[in-house]
Nanobody, 121 residues
Framework: QVQLVESGGGLVQPGGSLRLSCAAS????????MGWYRQAPGKQRELVAT???????NYVDSVKGRFTISRDNAKNTVYLQMTGLKPEDTAMYTC???????????????WGQGTQVTVSS
């Protein structure tokens, strides 16, 4: 069994910062990519940022220069440092991991439950 648990969400004023964490645990052999997605009420879920096990990153244009994704491979944890937050960043943020549970097993995508980020004055 694999679990992804997010933390770090909350209420923050415009211009503020938050750091989200997502820890993967359980029966894990290796993790390839990890990422953050978000979904605001009435909107489709969108990719925010991804990072490979080699450290290559990708961001949606709206967060470039404000958000930074990183990971600690030893801890199976991915982070999202968010600065310069705007009201339009308000959403449920969910992490995922593309991982393999055994050396010979197939890879699959696993999701966390999400953490709410609200940007409001």
């Amino acid at each position: 069994q694999v679990q992804l648990v997010e933390s770090g969400g909350g209420l923050v004023q415009p211009g503020g910062s938050l750091r989200l964490s997502c820890a993967a645990s359980g029966s894990i052999f290796s993790i390839n990519a990890m990422g953050w997605y978000r979904q605001a009420p009435g909107k489709q879920r969108e990719l925010v940022a991804t990072i490979t096990n080699g450290g290559s990153t990708n961001y949606v244009d709206s967060v470039k220069g404000r958000f930074t994704i990183s990971r600690d491979n030893a801890k199976n944890t991915v982070y999202l440092q968010m600065t310069g937050l705007k009201p339009e960043d308000t959403a449920m943020y969910t992490c995922n991991a593309y991982l393999r549970r055994s050396q010979l097993g197939s890879a699959g995508t696993y999701w966390g439950q999400g953490t709410q980020v609200t940007v409001s004055s």
